[in-house]
């Protein structure tokens, strides 16, 4: 979820879900070292729970990097153990340390020694030509004995020669029932699934059989959905959501971000799937993408394109 899961992406489906456990995009461990810190790490209070994802691969400065992480006030740190890309790659961490287990339990085990918080893994179940079988047991057998609290597994292989990062994405078949044993065999430990998953009556499916389920697309394209996380997963009473007050927060938002420099863009790139289905989200849309992005755009715009949306209908206008 780089470039994607940034502050102004998780104010926003804070506003959607109070309880839900919010990822930070990744951030490599040298750049929360050596880098602008508070441009990289700083976050609203609202957000909260939400975790710090480190990519790396040096023990040490995992170790320092979630230190650092955990002054700045995140609930848990989760080292990355499943991204692709190019990237990643070229600095040997992400999936690539999916061939080295040992390596991902020393980077878990100095992080563990940094910091009181939760430390977690979020790994794929192979790579490359490995054996999803004997690939993922090592990996989940390492971090759990260097004392990670979750591994979250994304359910299908990455393939670091041949596909592209967001190939990678679609392309490699999902194997939900590998996930299914790991946690199988391991009762005791928690253990997530990630990868595919469109809906949250997909992901209430996945409980049956493991910990947690994660989304990622699903959530960052149709925001709305976590509207139903609360009632769905943690048994708080349903409510309709209330999206007057959500605009409200989120033109706020916009307004204090604006104020520090910031362009509305920043803020409404990640809510231009919010109304996904009703009447209206097709102008809704058309607004954000186009004078939300002009130079000097103030939140009015973010109104205008609500006042859009038809909710007196839903069976009309849908995009």
């Given at each position: 979820m780089m470039d994607w899961t940034d502050r102004h992406c998780r104010f926003l489906h804070r506003q959607l879900t109070r309880r839900a456990l919010l990822y930070t995009e990744m951030v490599v461990a040298d750049a929360v070292i050596q880098g602008a810190r508070e441009r990289l790490l700083g976050f609203d209070d609202t957000e909260?729970?939400?975790?710090?994802?480190?990519?790396?691969?040096?023990?040490?400065?995992?170790?320092?990097?979630?230190?650092?992480?955990?002054?700045?006030?995140?609930?848990?740190?989760?080292?990355?153990?499943?991204?692709?890309?190019?990237?990643?790659?070229?600095?040997?961490?992400?999936?690539?340390?999916?061939?080295?287990?040992?390596?991902?339990?020393?980077?878990?085990?100095?992080?563990?020694?940094?910091?009181?918080?939760?430390?977690?893994?979020?790994?794929?179940?192979?790579?490359?030509?490995?054996?999803?079988?004997?690939?993922?047991?090592?990996?989940?057998?390492?971090?759990?004995?260097?004392?990670?609290?979750?591994?979250?597994?994304?359910?299908?292989?990455?393939?670091?020669?041949?596909?592209?990062?967001?190939?990678?994405?679609?392309?490699?078949?999902?194997?939900?029932?590998?996930?299914?044993?790991?946690?199988?065999?391991n009762p005791n430990k928690f253990i997530g699934i990630n990868g595919g998953i469109q809906s949250l009556e997909e992901a209430l499916d996945h409980i049956d059989h493991v910990d947690g389920a994660m989304l990622g697309r699903a959530a960052y394209h149709t925001p709305g959905i976590l509207a139903g996380v609360d009632a769905a997963f943690y048994g708080d009473k349903p409510d309709a959501p209330d999206f007057a007050a959500l605009i409200d927060a989120m033109a706020d938002y916009a307004a204090r971000h604006i104020e520090r420099g910031g362009r509305l863009g920043h803020v409404t790139r990640h809510m231009v799937g919010l109304f996904h289905g009703l009447p209206g989200a097709r102008r809704y849309r058309q607004i954000l993408s186009t004078d939300a992005t002009r130079p000097g755009a103030g939140p009015d715009v973010l109104k205008a394109a609500f006042a859009a949306i038809d909710f007196s209908r839903t069976d009309a206008e849908a995009a």
């Open positions: 909260h729970p939400v975790a710090l994802q480190l990519g790396g691969s040096d023990p040490q400065k995992l170790a320092e990097a979630a230190r650092i992480g955990e002054v700045f006030g995140y609930d848990e740190i989760n080292l990355n153990v499943g991204c692709p890309s190019d990237r990643v790659q070229s600095g040997t961490f992400g999936a690539c340390l999916m061939k080295t287990p040992v390596l991902v339990a020393d980077c878990v085990a100095a992080m563990k020694a940094s910091v009181s918080i939760p430390v977690t893994v979020k790994c794929r179940i192979g790579v490359d030509e490995q054996d999803p079988e004997p690939a993922l047991d090592a990996l989940a057998d390492g971090v759990f004995a260097a004392g990670a609290d979750a591994l979250w597994v994304h359910a299908r292989k990455a393939w670091l020669e041949g596909l592209s990062p967001r190939e990678n994405r679609d392309i490699p078949p999902l194997d939900y029932n590998r996930v299914y044993r790991l946690k199988a065999k």
